[in-house]
C-alpha cells in the first residue's frame, strides 16, 4: 500500500536550527500539498506544488519558510532557524491532479510531528 | 472567503447508535467539493467521504454517509452502527483554487 509517505515522523529541533521535512506522494501523483496543524485545531494550508514548480504559495509565511519539489526526490518543506511558535504537526497530501472544483481527493501522509525546545 | 463551521466541539456517543456531525460552509464557488477526514490519537489524517457540489445524490461510504444540504449549505456526516473504534477527532473541508479550508473539527468519543 503505497500511501503518502512523510519522515521523520518526529522531529525535535532548538531555538535556530533548521529543520527539513520530507514528503514522497502516492504512486501517480504529481501534486503535492503542505499543511500545518496546531494543537486543538484544523489544518490550514501553506503551499501546492507540483514537479519543479511552486503554485500556490499564499499560506507559506514570508520568512524562513521554504518548498521544493524536484523533479527526482520527494518534495521538501524547510524551515530555517526555528522558533518555538513553528512548533506542529506538518502534513503532505498529495493528488493525481489540482483539486479545484469536483475534482480529485488529497490524500494524506501521517505527517510530521515538530517540536521547537 | 470560504468557511467552514462546525458547532460541537466534542459529542459522547454510545456504542452501535447513530451519530450525526454537524457542517456548515460559506463559498462562493459556484462548484465545490465537501470533504471529511477522520484523525485518530495517532495523528494521522484519514479521508472517509466526498460530495461534490452538482452531485444529485448523497455520498455513502460504508457506515458514512453525507447529508448534504445545499440551499443550507450544509454537510453533515452520518455515522451508523458507531464502533469504539470510531472515537476520533472529525474534520470537514471544502476545496477552494486547490487548497482545502477546515473547520475546527469535532471530538467523537463513543462509549461502549
Known amino acids: 500500500n503505497a500511501g503518502v509517505m512523510q519522515n521523520p515522523r518526529h522531529l525535535v529541533r532548538r531555538r535556530g536550527q533548521e529543520a527539513r521535512l520530507r514528503c514522497s506522494p502516492m504512486?501517480?501523483?504529481?501534486?503535492v500539498y503542505w499543511y500545518r496543524q496546531l494543537p486543538e485545531e484544523g489544518l490550514k494550508f501553506m503551499v501546492y506544488l507540483q514537479k519543479e514548480n511552486i503554485i500556490d504559495e499564499s499560506g507559506m509565511p514570508k520568512e524562513r519558510f521554504s518548498a521544493e519539489f524536484p523533479k527526482e526526490g520527494p518534495s521538501i518543506l524547510r524551515i530555517q532557524q526555528v522558533v518555538r511558535g513553528d512548533s506542529a504537526a506538518y502534513f503532505c497530501?498529495?493528488?493525481?491532479?489540482?483539486?479545484?472544483?469536483?475534482?480529485?481527493?488529497?490524500?494524506f501522509g501521517p505527517g510530521t510531528r515538530l517540536t521547537v525546545l | 472567503a470560504q468557511k467552514i463551521t462546525q458547532t460541537q466541539p466534542g459529542m459522547f456517543v454510545q456504542e452501535k447508535e447513530a451519530v450525526t456531525l454537524d457542517c456548515t460552509y460559506d463559498t462562493s464557488d459556484p462548484s465545490y467539493g465537501l470533504f471529511w477526514y477522520k484523525q485518530p490519537s495517532s495523528g494521522e489524517m484519514i479521508f472517509l467521504i466526498y460530495?461534490?457540489?452538482?452531485d444529485q445524490q448523497n455520498a455513502t461510504e460504508g457506515r458514512y454517509s453525507l447529508n448534504f444540504q445545499k440551499a443550507r449549505k450544509s454537510a453533515n456526516l452520518v455515522i451508523s452502527a458507531s464502533q469504539l473504534g470510531d472515537s476520533a477527532m472529525y474534520f470537514c473541508a471544502i476545496n477552494s483554487n486547490y487548497q482545502l479550508i477546515w473547520g475546527a473539527g469535532t471530538k467523537l468519543i463513543i462509549k461502549p
Open positions: 460530495q461534490g457540489s452538482y
Open positions: 497530501a498529495s493528488s493525481p491532479r489540482g483539486t479545484s472544483g469536483d475534482t480529485d481527493t488529497q490524500y
Open positions: 504512486k501517480g501523483h504529481s501534486h
